[in-house]
């Protein structure tokens, strides 16, 4: 499938043209293939529909905040020692208990994103409030990290005899698994997937009831990590013969225009007697085409047993995976026993191939390719970790705009619906698991992301951990040994791929000694170029680059205000984005990197503390708007021409100060002009940019890049006037009545002429009405204290977003903006209508009435 452009989405009518930048990454044919697959509940087969069902598990919870040490405000949980000592005795989670006073909510769900601010600077470094976004939990807050959730659901009496499980992607972090009165089981990490076979404790042609206890007392990382039920749950249902979890692997290896497939398999037999079963794969193309099929013998399964099972298949023509052409195939595999299909389950996977070369760099099928990626955390402004679906294809969207072919999962398995958007959309991933250690804890995170993902072609890079300093140095020896067990576990459940990890040192020992590719944390200059002399047989790449920082808008560096400028912000061991590019982008060893950091993010407040309360690392803010290094980045990664003229020109008070005025230009020249009289011009160096000191006067600045000696591209500063009207725009306006879908909303202030009033500071509120909700707000200030959730916000030098979701009731959803306290020549308000239309639901376990 060819990579979707802007200009695709704008011809199509997919995205509103406007006259500043509105990033939409919701590719039409992108969006339609994952809901395809996300609705189909079942796998169909030739034979039937085979008895698999996943069940969305997301709607109408109940929740309430719970208490970390007082037993009577948190259920009555641990108010003596026996709770545990009879099975079915937890009165909270069996039908019919009384949750009328609890909230209702829908899954994902982060209740961390709804608590107030709270200045608590004790402890140190990663311990404190300030790494982790200011918002009060741990055990010295024990009334707000404490989270109850419960559902009350029905099982047909149908389903007796099938495997029945409840599977949650991620939750955050302790939790607790009730049903029926009975426990369950107990999940302890924020990232890795966990799951719980609950045949046994069901009640089967009758109601149900499922309670979360969900501690977020301790934390995983140093940074924002939200808490709560923060990614997708399902209830999942197999027959009592079906394919172990994760077990299902289609490898391929490229043989000039074709493909040799490896494809394997585990069947478990959960059932009472042992059965003689037989494998069969299906391989469809992108257009649901059967290109290829393949069988494995019966075998016999022992009864509560396992058997493996594995074929070959010949893919003529292949049609390879790239960033250019993310060309996906899925692989129909199914369980056959006395002429009937007892399971089966989709597997998408690509063809491609990857090398990284000591003295050429990295490659893609066969082509050189310099990897141009960013880091990122999983939070966004107003739902904090808690990411819709298509807020997940929005921000990589804002990514692949500037031209980022690669992003890196700092510092944590990532959500199944990141990696889908990856696999869709073309972008390269190194795959980061959160706990470096070979203990069972650590071993067991990283088998799962590894089994998880291993189909997925996007991934490239395996990274078992990130700045693990005693293991670099101090405990070098555990270090290696450590690094050891789990490189060596990811070669055996994936041999296809290398294993790395980001390590911000000289890379000469400890736990670097058994990677396979060796990735370097900043120091620039100091160390990948002296390692690469000392050991030229050793890859090399950037795995965490830059950290450049900025205030979007603003251009003077204030620490009284804690802003940033937008030109050359950087922390003492960073570097600007042209000095880190300059090296990477021009040594062929070098693979490429990953800047730090594509979005800014909550916690770890740089280069400030209270009250900032989230980094300024990124090349966008929180919302996904635009800093100026964007279009360094742009320019430079992407083909097409491109100009950026900085800063705005509105600077009243400031006449005839020199103001100094960049451009970002892949062009080969560039003349700027004040109010028509131009300042000269000047030739853009290589991987460089251009810049005037200019006196200021109101009026227009004007920047004509040319190439070849032609004007083919130019851009404009004007001196606008007072705020004066609310513009509204949405990355689309037509959404599905799923009750999951979102449309990402921009809110810009302007004058009277209808130009953005790039220093406004106004505040707005927000009125929706029809079949959708608000679920969250944010202007990308990282000093902003205002809530996420409520409706209003102040705009952020001229911008804010609102995050719309739809209900599951096709119709129109009218949002309108209203001036709050401010007036100007212009209407009080404005509206947009976005269009919800029915669609097939995906499967999901249904509300009692």
């Known amino acids: 499938m060819?990579?979707?452009?802007?200009?695709?989405?704008?011809?199509?009518?997919?995205?509103?043209?406007?006259?500043?930048?509105?990033?939409?990454?919701?590719?039409?044919?992108?969006?339609?293939?994952?809901?395809?697959?996300?609705?189909?509940?079942?796998v169909e087969t030739d034979a039937a529909i085979a008895p698999r069902e996943q069940l969305l598990f997301d709607f109408d919870w109940k929740f309430k905040f719970g208490h970390g040490t007082d037993p009577a405000k948190d259920l009555g949980f641990g108010f003596g020692q026996s709770d545990f000592s009879k099975t079915g005795d937890f009165k909270f989670a069996k039908a019919g208990f009384d949750d009328s006073g609890w909230s209702t909510i829908n899954l994902p769900h982060d209740w961390a994103v709804e608590l107030p601010f709270v200045r608590d600077d004790a402890g140190a470094g990663d311990s404190s409030l300030r790494s982790h976004g200011y918002?009060?939990?741990?055990?010295?807050?024990?009334?707000?990290?404490?989270?109850?959730?419960?559902?009350?659901?029905?099982?047909?009496?149908?389903?007796?005899?099938?495997?029945?499980w409840v599977e949650f992607d991620g939750a955050f972090r302790d939790v607790l698994v009730f049903v029926n009165g009975c426990f369950i089981g107990r999940n302890t990490n924020g990232y890795a997937p966990f799951r719980f076979d609950l045949s046994d404790f069901l009640t089967y042609g009758g109601k149900n009831c499922i309670v979360l206890r969900v501690d977020a007392s301790f934390g995983d990382g140093w940074f924002y990590e939200g808490a709560g039920v923060y990614r997708h749950v399902w209830l999942t249902k197999t027959d009592a013969v079906h394919f172990g979890k994760w077990e299902s692997v289609v490898r391929a290896v490229v043989e000039r225009n074709s493909a040799l497939l490896s494809l394997s398999t585990v069947v478990q037999n959960d059932s009472g007697?042992?059965?003689?079963?037989?494998?069969?794969?299906?391989?469809?193309?992108?257009r649901g085409e059967v290109v290829a099929t393949a069988g494995a013998p019966a075998q016999s399964v022992p009864v509560d047993g396992s058997a493996t099972y594995s074929a070959t298949a010949k893919l003529q023509n292949a049609a390879l995976w790239s960033v250019e052409q993310p060309n996906l195939y899925s692989a129909l595999v199914t369980i056959e026993h006395n002429g009937s299909v007892r399971d089966a389950e989709r597997v998408t996977f690509g063809v491609r191939t990857v090398r990284f070369d000591a003295q050429k760099g990295f490659f893609l099928n066969g082509k050189p390719l310099k990897i141009q990626g960013t880091c990122n955390h999983q939070d966004h402004a107003g739902v904090?970790?808690?990411?819709?679906?298509?807020?997940?294809?929005?921000?990589?969207g804002v990514l692949t705009e500037m031209g980022c072919n690669a992003v890196r999962t700092s510092h944590n398995m990532p959500t199944p619906e990141w990696v889908e958007a990856c696999d869709r959309m073309g972008v390269m991933m190194m795959c980061e698991t959160r706990q470096m250690?070979?203990?069972?804890?650590?071993?067991?995170?990283?088998?799962?992301?590894?089994?998880?993902?291993?189909?997925?072609?996007?991934?490239?890079?395996?990274?078992?951990?990130?700045?693990?300093?005693r293991l670099q140095d101090q405990m070098a020896e555990q270090g290696a040994r450590i690094a050891a067990s789990m490189v060596r576990r990811c070669h055996e459940l994936d041999p296809t791929r290398v294993v790395s990890a980001a390590v911000n040192g000289e890379n000469e020992k400890g736990l670097s000694i058994p990677l396979d590719i060796i990735g370097f944390n900043y120091n620039t200059q100091k160390f990948p170029l002296a390692f690469h002399k000392k050991y030229p047989g050793r890859p090399i790449f950037g795995s965490e680059t830059s950290s450049a920082i900025s205030t979007r808008g603003e251009y003077t560096t204030d620490p009284l205000r804690n802003l940033v400028n937008s030109y050359d912000g950087v922390v003492s061991w960073g570097e600007t984005p042209e000095t880190w590019w300059k090296f990477y982008g021009t040594q062929d060893w070098e693979a490429g990197g990953f800047a730090w950091t594509g979005f800014d993010y909550r916690g770890e407040p740089t280069p400030y503390g209270w009250p900032s309360i989230n980094s300024q690392f990124g090349i966008v803010d929180m919302c996904g708007f635009p800093k100026d290094y964007f279009y360094y980045y742009r320019a430079w990664w992407r083909k097409e021409p491109s100009i950026h003229l900085f800063p705005h020109w509105n600077w009243?008070?400031?006449?005839?100060?020199?103001?100094?005025?960049?451009?970002?230009?892949?062009?080969?020249?560039?003349?700027?002009?004040?109010?028509?009289?131009?300042?000269?011009?000047?030739?853009?160096?290589?991987?460089?940019?251009?810049?005037?000191?200019?006196?200021?006067?109101?009026?227009?600045?004007?920047?004509?890049?040319?190439?070849?000696?032609?004007?083919?591209?130019?851009?404009?500063?004007?001196?606008?006037?007072?705020?004066?009207?609310?513009?509204?725009?949405?990355?689309?306006?037509?959404?599905?009545?799923?009750?999951e879908d979102v449309s990402m909303l921009k809110v810009e202030v302007l004058d009277t002429e209808g130009r953005l009033v790039p220093t406004a500071k106004s505040k707005i509120a927000f009125r929706v009405s029809g079949p959708g909700k608000l679920i969250g707000v944010g202007n990308g200030d990282p000093n902003c204290q205002e809530s996420d959730k409520e409706p209003k916000r102040s705009v952020f030098n001229g911008l804010a977003q609102l995050i719309i979701q739809s209900t599951k009731t096709p119709g129109e959803i009218y949002v309108e903006a209203l001036k709050d306290g401010w007036g100007g020549a212009g209407p009080r308000s404005t509206t947009l209508t976005i269009t919800t239309k029915a669609v097939r639901l995906r499967p999901s376990v249904g509300v009692l009435g």
């Open 2 to 42: 060819p990579r979707i452009t802007r200009r695709d989405l704008i011809a199509s009518g997919l995205v509103l043209s406007a006259s500043s930048w509105v990033p939409h990454p919701a590719f039409a044919d992108v969006a339609s293939l994952m809901e395809a697959e996300r609705t189909a509940g079942s």
């Open 135 to 164: 918002k009060p939990l741990g055990r010295r807050y024990p009334e707000t990290s404490i989270g109850w959730y419960r559902r009350e659901f029905e099982v047909p009496a149908s389903d007796q005899g099938r495997r029945i």
């Open 273 to 286: 007697l042992p059965v003689n079963a037989s494998v069969k794969w299906k391989i469809l193309d992108s």
């Open 384 to 396: 904090g970790a808690a990411l819709p679906d298509g807020l997940q294809l929005f921000r990589l």
């Open 437 to 469: 250690s070979s203990n069972p804890e650590g071993l067991q995170q990283l088998e799962l992301m590894v089994k998880r993902y291993r189909n997925s072609p996007s991934i490239i890079v395996w990274s078992i951990g990130n700045e693990e300093w």
């Open 652 to 739: 009243h008070g400031r006449e005839g100060d020199e103001i100094p005025v960049w451009v970002y230009s892949n062009l080969d020249a560039v003349e700027l002009f004040v109010n028509g009289k131009s300042l000269g011009t000047q030739k853009v160096p290589y991987l460089g940019h251009v810049q005037w000191k200019v006196r200021y006067e109101p009026g227009i600045i004007e920047a004509r890049g040319s190439k070849d000696g032609k004007v083919i591209a130019t851009e404009k500063r004007e001196t606008t006037g007072s705020p004066s009207a609310i513009r509204l725009t949405a990355d689309r306006i037509n959404i599905r009545a799923d009750g």
